[in-house]
C-alpha cells in the first residue's frame, strides 16, 4: 500500500490521507484490547477475536502505508532546501517520543510484576483514544498548496488523477535513482527482526522495556543531531554534507554491528543467562550501550535516506511518490524479514536459523546499502536540485 499510497497522496491530499491512516491503529488497538478481554482461563482466545486481530493487522499496513506517504510528502515538500533534515528529523523525534512514553508507561507498571503483564482496561483505552485522537488532529494538516515556505517559493500542487499516478508510480521501477535506493529503502527496516527479536532472548522481560526506553530516546537525539545540526548546516555544500553523512553511516556499521558481533558470540555460547538490570547491573552497561548504539543506527540511517530522496526534487507530486516508493519497499523488506524467521526457517520445519545467523542475515543489507549510498551521492546529489529534467522547472539553488 505503501508504494500506491504516493499517488493515492497526490489525489486526496496529506490531510485526508492521514486521517484515514490513522484509524488504523486505534482499530488495531481495539482488536489487542479484544483478544485481552477475550482470553479463557486456559489461555484461549475465541475465533472471533482471532479474526478481528488478523483483519485490524491487514488494515493497519493499508494504513500504514498512507499516513507514512502523507508524513513523507510534508517533510520532503514542505521545507525549504536547508529544512528537510530538520523536518524529517522532528518527525522522527515525535515518532519516538510516543514509543519512549509507552515503553516507559510500562516499565514502570511492571517492574516488580511477577509476570511482567500490566495492562488494564484504563490502559488500553487510554492508547485507543489517544490513537483515535491523531485521525482527528490530521484535519489541521495545510494542503500543500496553500504553503508557501520560508524562502517565499510556494508549494505546487497540480491537478492530476487516478490513470497518471498509476503509470507514474509504475515508472519509479525505471527511475535510475530509486532503484539505487532499492537496497537501502528494504534493508531500513529489515534489522528490526534481530533487534526486537533474538537480541531480546538474552534480557529478562523487565530488562527488555528498561533497554527499550534508551533505544527510542537514542533514536530521537540521533535524529535531531544528524538531521538539524548536520545535514541542515549550510556552511557546507550539499555534496559535502551528503559525503559526510555517508561516511558516517560506514563508520557506524562497521563500528555498531562489529560490537554486535562480539555480543551475539558471548551471548549464544552455552551456558549464558538472560540479563537483569535490577540485579546483575554490571553485565547490563555494556549490551544497554549496544542497544542504545542500534537506535541512533536505525535514526541516522532513516534520516540519511529521507535526505537524499529530498536531495534530488522539490516538486511535491514527484517527492510524493519518492515517499511512497521509500515506504513500499522498506514495508517490502521488513515484512520478507519477518516472513523468513516466522515461516521458512523455523523449527517446525527443522531449519531454524540460529540467533547468530539471524545477526548475520540482518547485517549483510546494511552492508551493501553503504555500496548503493556512495553510488547515489557520486551520480544523483548535486549543490543545486535541477528540476528541468522532470517538471520544467528552472534549477533552484540549495542553501
Avoid at 290 to 298: E, F, N, R, S
Avoid at 321 to 350: D, E, H, M
Amino acid at each position: 500500500m505503501g508504494l500506491l499510497a504516493g499517488g493515492l497522496n497526490n489525489i486526496l491530499g496529506p490531510r485526508i490521507l492521514a486521517a484515514i491512516g490513522g484509524t488504523g491503529y486505534a482499530v488495531y488497538a481495539a482488536a489487542q484490547y479484544n483478544v485481552f478481554k477475550s482470553k479463557g482461563a486456559d489461555g484461549s482466545i475465541p475465533d472471533s477475536a482471532n479474526t478481528f486481530s488478523i483483519i485490524s493487522g491487514a488494515y493497519i499496513g493499508l494504513c500504514a502505508g498512507m499516513l507514512w506517504a502523507a508524513q513523507g510528502q510534508i517533510c520532503l515538500t514542505y521545507p525549504t532546501e536547508s529544512q528537510k533534515g530538520t523536518f524529517f528529523a522532528t518527525f522522527w523525534v515525535i515518532f519516538n517520543i510516543g514509543a519512549l512514553f509507552g515503553n516507559s508507561l510500562s516499565t514502570i507498571l511492571s517492574w516488580n510484576s511477577a509476570t511482567g503483564l500490566a495492562m488494564s482496561d484504563a490502559m488500553y483505552l487510554i492508547f485507543i483514544v489517544l490513537m483515535a485522537c491523531g485521525s482527528v488532529v490530521a484535519f489541521l494538516i495545510q494542503p500543500p498548496g496553500t504553503i508557501i515556505r520560508e524562502d517565499q517559493t510556494q508549494v505546487e500542487s497540480p491537478p492530476t488523477n487516478v490513470g497518471r499516478e498509476f503509470v507514474e508510480v509504475l515508472k519509479l521501477f525505471t527511475n535510475p535513482a530509486m532503484l539505487t535506493l532499492l537496497i537501502p529503502c528494504m534493508a531500513s527496516n529489515w534489522f528490526y527482526t534481530y533487534q526486537f527479536g533474538p537480541f531480546g532472548d538474552y534480557f529478562s522481560g523487565r530488562t527488555n522495556s528498561l533497554k527499550a526506553i534508551f533505544y527510542w530516546g537514542a533514536q530521537a537525539a540521533g535524529a535531531w543531531v544528524l538531521g538539524n545540526m548536520y545535514l541542515d548546516n549550510t556552511k557546507y555544500t550539499r555534496t559535502t554534507r551528503a559525503w559526510t553523512g555517508f561516511y558516517l553511516i560506514a563508520g557506524s556499521t562497521i563500528l555498531f554491528f562489529g560490537g554486535g558481533a562480539a555480543f551475539e558470540y558471548a551471548a549464544s555460547a552455552p551456558g549464558f543467562i538472560p540479563i537483569d538490570a535490577g540485579k546483575e547491573t554490571g553485565r547490563f552497561i555494556g549490551p544497554f550501550l549496544l542497544y542504545v548504539c542500534y537506535g541512533i543506527y536505525d535514526a541516522w540511517f532513516q534520516i540519511y535516506t529521507n535526505y537524499l530522496i529530498g536531495a534530488i526534487s522539490n516538486d511535491s507530486e514527484t517527492l510524493s511518490r519518492y515517499a511512497g516508493f521509500y515506504k513500499g519497499t522498506q514495508s517490502a523488506g521488513g515484512g520478507i524479514s519477518w516472513a523468513l524467521n516466522g515461516f521458512v526457517f523455523t523449527a517446525k520445519n527443522g531449519n531454524k536459523l540460529t540467533s547468530t545467523a539471524q545477526f548475520w542475515v540482518m547485517v549483510v543489507p546494511c552492508l551493501l546499502s553503504i555500496a548503493f549510498f556512495g553510488i547515489y551521492c557520486k551520480t544523483f546529489v548535486k549543490d543545486f536540485t535541477d528540476e528541468s529534467a522532470e517538471t520544467g522547472v528552472s534549477a533552484m539553488k540549495a542553501h
